[in-house]
């Protein structure tokens, strides 16, 4: 008995170190009970009372008392101890967790107690919907599980107080009662209960883009997510409907919709925040609050717009951001050049436009008695070039005048806001008197002419200036004028003769195509004068900017795939091998799974152009480093360089705004294995070897790309709705840290063992061969609707099996062609394994002759799990063909792809004429030499080995 108590005291002895006060439990733990924050006894209910568990106070290393509970009975037999907790009232929790901190002695440090001693306890629980102690009898409760220490301890050294304590976590649901009780049995150890905390788990308060998500409890089911709705946060409002989910370990996930804040308030510190005076926000979609635009002010908080200083206007359409602008001044400097009954109007823009862009002219003409004020508004009949409104030019001709009249013409500058703010000062004007028909006046337009022409539509560059080159149509010689506007004054033209106008636009790319015009300069004889001598050249669009002749020069080279990490800044291939995509162009529906880097959702994708396509959306969660998102970003920059319809398809990245995305195609049947296991035995072998050919092609072609994956398995290949296979999971990291089947070999480093070519799991020799092993490997997977390859096997002896030559065994109802070209991807030697080209071709022949997919293995069960396949070796081709008399055939066979005698196998007298092997004698020979090897080979097959 001295002994025990010896190791009950030291058993406190060492807890003490270890134990500091209760802790704060973090947010999204809810305690229901904490034997360590409860003041005096526990006064739980021990049975027997006397001689099973007791109750003891001990000071933790703080000197605060803590209860626990002890039992030491390892020297007697027949043990079992109960010790219930109180009735513990459920809450709102569907599942709890039980911690449990405590110690327990090893056996083999207590003298004499072999065959009595235990070292693990049995943890129980009981609903009920009230506390009733008679209901709460033993027979009734429920097993949760057996518990054991990680760290028993053997011997207590008085001296080092260091011990560690076991913390084991256990979890039930689903719970429908009002409450339930919790028992621990003890059948003969020696331990210390020091602490029992009991909680449920919810997703805590959390605003997400705006929106409020409440406290969640999480659901019952540890794979279970609760969908909530959040609620727009204050002087918000929603823009989508605001979702996220609560997965069970109490973390939110990927929040979905957002809500905006009210204009006249900003988001900051996820609250929408009031626009100080000064400020404004005009929209919900526009950034945050900004300040009052030029001669613009707010007097109060919250303000949605700018009032505009005195003076100052705006217009309907102006923008909040504009600046509040005036009315332009006059235009000055107007002259008129009178010809007969039109005249020719030009003038200067005025000193001030008003701060704004949308300066135009109005014309008004009158007509005055002379010598008198007296003056009337001018006839319908008069005419205006180009317009008499809106003009944007700064000169008019008007015709249609009455000779010997006197006009007043009045040039108004107008804006956008001139309306606010009508005045003379915006208007110039100008008196004249019309002439008679042949009357000459002051000509200083003679011999000229005046040509305009529009902005080209799309000039490669900023216009530096135009060219005007123009002769005589009959002449060679020419004179150029060069221009930075769009008119020019042609000068010293010889009346009554045509010319040809070249107008041409230069860029910092050079000079645009050049339009040829032809004009006839109609003007009178010398001494005459040039009637209408402006000519409105509107050459709308003609001035084309230069066709930039393209080289195209086609380099015929196989692409190579580019590793992102050999880029100095891996941003630069992400920025070169995927497209930023604005996140307004995406709409996430709902979680599907969990990546490697978080959550991975479906969605809708709807690019300008392109109709709205189904897409699936791995995001990077919250609070990774620079290295994490590279590495998750790597992935799109692996994908983006491929094109192939059995490759996943990427559509873009978001990198610019959180959370980060990869966007690929959807594949609506999940992963492959998945999808086998889903669908067991419903399909034919051509739809499976249809589906081997999809993941062979999409392989053949990273090959070609100079592309290892290292991870081909059927997890990694999803499938669409039409059953297309696509290889995925391109993650740089992945290869090496973060693969679910991934072990550490001695090299370190993670490999999916049982997937992983012997050289590459022995030196890290990752080639297109080691793929083609892990193909043969994806291909047992396929045919046997996704068993676990080598079973329950350990990683240790799979290597070990493989290195004595064993192979998986072909799985049941396996066509043996199939199952043939698994063991040839599996040979030992690398550059024995078919390439993914031979293999495609192998496939595509299986599907045409779908015969030859009949040969099964006989009828073999589906394999055991303790057995396994010794390789048969055919021999080389070069020497069954020897022992066949028909060595002619050598090169034919190699050229053909056959490299070893398991590839002959499938063949066809339609095979061997393809291979140039037309004589029937020895058609026949080949193929019934080929029946033997199959006949042996069937056989060997039959005599399975035990590894
Ligand atoms: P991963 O991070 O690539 O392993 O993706 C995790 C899980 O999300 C996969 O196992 C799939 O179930 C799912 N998933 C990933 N990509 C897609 C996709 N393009 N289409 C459908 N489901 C996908």
């Known amino acids: 008995m001295a002994g025990i108590i010896y190791a009950l005291t030291s058993l406190f002895l060492g807890i003490c170190a270890g134990l500091s006060a209760p802790r704060n439990h973090p947010a999204n733990e809810v305690t229901l009970l904490d034997s360590r924050s409860v003041q005096g006894d526990l006064a739980w209910v021990a049975s027997p009372t006397e001689g099973g568990w007791e109750e003891v106070s001990i000071m933790d290393e703080k000197n605060i008392p803590i209860r626990t509970y002890q039992v030491c009975n390892v020297m007697e037999p027949n043990q079992n101890n109960w010790l219930r907790t109180h009735w513990i009232r459920r809450g709102p929790a569907q599942r709890i967790y039980i911690e449990i901190k405590f110690t327990l002695r090893d056996c083999n440090s207590l003298p004499g107690v072999i065959g009595t001693c235990k070292e693990t306890f049995n943890l129980y629980y009981l609903e009920s919907d009230s506390d009733n102690e008679r209901f709460a009898h033993e027979s009734r409760f429920e097993k949760i599980d057996t518990v054991a ?223 008198t004020q007296r003056c009337t508004p001018c006839g319908d009949d008069v005419r205006y070039s180009p317009q008499r409104l809106s003009l944007r030019s700064t000169r008019v001709s008007v015709h249609q005048l009455q000779a010997h009249t006197n006009y007043t013409f009045q040039i108004w500058a107008v804006n956008g806001v001139s309306k606010h703010s009508p005045s003379l000062e915006q208007a110039t004007s100008i008196t004249l008197t019309t002439n008679q028909a042949g009357e000459c006046s002051k000509d200083i337009t003679r011999h000229t002419l005046s040509l305009f022409w529009d902005k080209p539509e799309k000039p490669n560059g900023v216009i530096l200036e135009y060219e005007v080159k123009y002769y005589e149509k009959n002449e060679r010689s020419y004179r150029i004028v060069k221009t930075t506007s769009r008119s020019a004054d042609i000068k010293d033209l010889t009346p009554l003769t045509s010319y040809v106008f ?43 900017v230069l066709l930039l002749t393209l080289i195209i020069t086609f380099i015929i080279t196989k692409r190579i795939y580019v590793d992102p990490y050999t880029y100095e800044d891996p941003n630069q291939a992400i920025r070169e091998f995927a497209k930023e995509i604005n996140t307004s162009c995406i709409k996430i529906e709902k979680v599907i799974g969990i990546g490697e880097f978080g959550e991975v959702c479906s969605g809708r994708l709807k690019l300008p152009g392109k109709r709205e396509i189904c897409v699936a959306i791995k995001t990077l969660k919250a609070g990774f480093t620079e290295q994490q998102r590279l ?71 990273l090959s070609d790309m100079s592309y290892v994956h290292r991870d081909l398995a059927a997890r990694n290949i999803l499938v669409n709705s039409n059953l297309v296979c696509k290889v995925s999971d391109f993650g740089m990291s992945r290869v090496l840290e973060d693969e679910p089947e991934g072990a550490y070999t001695t090299r370190g480093g993670k490999i999916p063992i049982r997937w992983t070519a012997p050289e590459a799991i022995t030196y890290r020799k990752f080639t297109s061969a080691s793929d083609v092993w892990s193909y043969g490997i994806a291909m047992w997977e396929v045919m046997s609707y996704g068993e676990r390859p080598y079973w329950d096997m350990s990683n240790q002896d799979v290597i070990k099996a493989i290195e004595e030559g064993y192979r998986l065994p072909p799985p049941m109802e396996c066509p043996l062609a199939l199952h043939q070209l698994m063991l040839e991807s599996w040979m030992r030697e690398r550059a024995d394994r078919p390439k993914f080209s031979q293999i495609v071709n192998m496939l595509d022949k299986l599907i045409r002759n779908p015969a030859t997919l009949k040969r099964t293995a006989g009828d073999a069960s589906r394999p055991h799990p303790s057995t396994l396949h010794h390789a048969p070796s055919l021999g080389s081709v070069d020497e069954w063909l020897k022992t066949i008399g028909l060595e002619q055939y050598r090169e034919n066979f190699s050229t053909a792809g056959f490299c070893s005698l398991e590839s002959v196998l499938p063949m066809s007298h339609e095979d061997l004429g393809k291979m140039g092997i037309s004589c029937s004698a020895h058609q026949r020979k080949i193929l019934s030499s080929v029946q033997e090897l199959l006949s042996g080979m069937h056989h060997r097959q039959d005599t399975k080995v035990p590894v």
């Not at 409907?241 to 009210?262: F, R, S, T």
């Not at 339009?515 to 409105?536: E, K, N, R, Y």
């Not at 998750?632 to 990245?653: K, M, R, T, Y």
């Open 149 to 371: 220490a990680d760290e028993s301890f053997t011997q207590v050294d008085i001296g080092d107080r260091i011990m560690k304590l076991n913390t084991e976590v256990r979890d039930v649901g689903v719970l429908s009662r009002t409450g339930f009780y919790l028992a621990f049995q003890d059948v003969g150890a020696c331990i210390a209960l020091v602490s029992v905390h009991v909680f449920y788990k919810k997703c805590p308060l959390a605003v997400r883009n705006l929106a409020q998500f409440p406290d969640t409890v999480t659901g019952a089911d540890t794979s279970s997510l609760v969908e909530v709705r959040g609620s727009c946060v204050n002087h918000s409002e929603e823009q989508e409907v605001p979702k996220m989910y609560c997965g069970a370990d109490g973390e939110w996930l990927v929040p979905i919709g957002n809500c905006l804040c009210n204009p006249g308030y900003e988001e900051r510190n996820e609250q929408c925040q009031v626009c100080k005076v000064g400020y404004y926000r005009s929209l919900s979609s526009d950034g945050g609050c900004r300040k009052c635009p030029l001669h613009s002010y707010s007097m109060k908080e919250g303000a949605t717009s700018c009032d505009c200083d005195k003076g100052y206007y705006r217009s309907e359409t102006d923008p909040a951001a504009m600046p509040c602008t005036h009315p332009p001044s006059a235009p000055h400097n107007l002259i008129s050049n009178v010809n007969e009954t039109s005249v020719l109007l030009e003038w200067s823009p005025p000193i001030t436009s008003g701060g704004r862009q949308d300066l135009t002219y109005n014309v008004v003409c009158k007509q005055c008695v002379r010598d």
């Open 502 to 544: 070249h107008v041409r636009a230069r860029t910092a790319a050079g000079y645009g195509e050049t339009l040829i015009v032809s004009l006839s300069v109609a003007a009178p004889v010398v001494g005459g004068v040039i009637s209408s001598a402006v000519l409105l050249l509107l050459v709308a669009g003609c001035v084309v």
């Open 631 to 701: 590495d998750f970003l790597s992935e799109a920059s692996v994908i983006g360089q491929f094109d192939h319809p059995n490759i996943i398809h990427l559509e873009g990245v978001v990198t610019k705004c959180k959370p980060v995305m990869i966007i690929t195609e959807y594949m609506e049947n999940g992963s492959l294995d998945m999808f086998l296991r889903k669908n067991d035995g419903r399909f034919t072998v051509i739809q499976l070897v249809g589906i081997l050919r999809g993941i062979a092609s999409g392989m053949k072609y």
